[in-house]
């Protein structure tokens, strides 16, 4: 959960090494290189010339890597390609055979840094000159044949990448528009029930108390009888809404999830969250109450508790029971109070909340700050959940 998602560009120290690291496996193809400065009998100038340059080559290599799919121009890309691929002349021109494999990973940062359209001739064009560099070179037609077809075939496998990474982020996207674009129809939803809820309820409570105030000094019964009408009537308006905003408010587990990552990346926690879950056979009402258990837990961490990293975990497990589905909130911080939140929204209130449905919830200091872990019936009918797993 801590690695960086595909499309996602890395936002903290941790995940930018974690990039680093993975990235910079692909050096180990440089040993060529290194070997032949350290024991190619090449003269002291000749090796600091040739250190600097492949630091210089890496560097610039590490600098279109790290950018690619960051919407640069691409004059400003095929002239970095340039430079690279004119450090790998230099030096396969200069110290010998063994510095042909710098062309592998121009072709490579082609790929990654170039839209497919422009990549499919850069490719080739950076597979011919390493072909003419290698027949200039003594002996380096030996290296050819095992040089060509992974810089063709790296060149390409990047813009498959590429276009995998951008097609993530514009599902990224989609996804959070479909889920704006269905918050703001359940607005529109709850106001149309509201307006068609209370326009007749409370137009019929006006008249009626205009009519209750006409009758009152001469009629008080039937002034009475209006009053008890008023109330009525009332009562059925207050049911009714809260039927409406019940329905309106019912939370989804998956849409938490998204929300939860979005407030903890707003206030500077690192959030640690599982993929979208499996929920298949999940009871409506279990999934509900979890999702306002993270929300409420969530909400918590990022007000109060002054953590770094937030960590949460969704998992089914078997009890004695049945099968519940256990919702764990953990972070590093100095400990969530409980205190001083309303009933109605508060871990009072979540306890109220998970026992209507069968569920538990346990709250207190963990060895590294505060964990909440809710745990609610997995299958429909179960009885109430244990304490355990």
């Avoid at 960086?4 to 974690?18: K, L």
């Avoid at 691409?74 to 710098?102: D, I, K, Y």
């Avoid at 003594?138 to 075939?153: C, D, H, I």
């Avoid at 326009?199 to 009888?225: N, V, W």
């Amino acid at each position: 959960m801590s690695g960086v998602g595909i499309g996602q560009r890395p936002q903290n120290r941790r995940q930018r090494a974690i990039k680093f690291l993975w990235t910079g496996i692909w050096l180990a193809y440089l040993s060529a290189p290194v070997s032949d400065l350290l024991h190619g009998g090449h003269s002291d100038g000749v090796v600091v010339l040739g250190w600097t340059g492949l630091v210089a080559f890496v560097a610039w290599y590490f600098v279109l890597i790290f950018r690619a799919g960051r919407r640069d121009t691409t004059p400003l890309v095929l002239g970095a390609l340039a430079v690279l691929a004119a450090q790998s002349v230099v030096l396969a021109l200069s110290l010998g055979r063994e510095w042909l494999v710098l062309f592998v990973y121009v072709s490579v940062a082609s790929g990654a840094a170039l839209p497919p359209r422009l990549a499919r001739f850069t490719i080739p064009a950076v597979s011919a000159l390493l072909t003419i560099v290698a027949l200039a070179v003594p002996r380096g037609e030996a290296y050819l044949a095992s040089l060509l077809l992974p810089a063709l075939l790296g060149g390409f496998a990047m813009t498959g990448v590429r276009e995998l990474i951008r097609t993530t982020q514009e599902l990224r996207e989609a996804r959070a528009t479909v889920a704006q674009l269905a918050a703001n129809e359940e607005r529109l939803r709850l106001a149309r029930d509201l307006h068609d809820l209370l326009g007749h309820s409370l137009s019929l409570i006006t008249l009626k108390s205009e009519l209750a105030g006409r009758m009152l000094p001469d009629h008080p019964d039937r002034a009475a009888q209006q009053v008890a009408d008023i109330e009525q009537v009332s009562r059925q308006a207050l049911v009714d809404v809260r039927e409406a905003v019940t329905g309106y408010r019912r939370p989804r587990l998956g849409a938490e999830l998204a929300g939860a990552r979005d407030a903890l990346t707003a206030a500077g926690i690192t959030p640690e969250l599982p993929a979208d879950p499996d929920l298949t056979d999940v009871p409506e009402e279990s999934e509900s109450a979890l999702a306002w258990a993270l929300r409420e837990s969530v909400t918590n961490v990022v007000r109060h508790s002054g953590a770094h990293r937030c960590t949460v975990d969704l998992v089914r497990r078997q009890t004695l029971d049945g099968p519940v589905l256990e919702l764990t909130v953990d972070d590093d911080g100095q400990g969530t109070p409980a205190g001083g939140v309303g009933t109605g929204s508060g871990l009072a209130g979540l306890t109220e909340r998970l026992a209507k449905v069968g569920g538990t919830l346990e709250a207190g200091r963990s060895p590294h700050g505060f964990r909440l872990v809710a745990r609610a019936p997995a299958r429909p009918g179960d009885p109430d959940v244990g304490s355990g797993a």
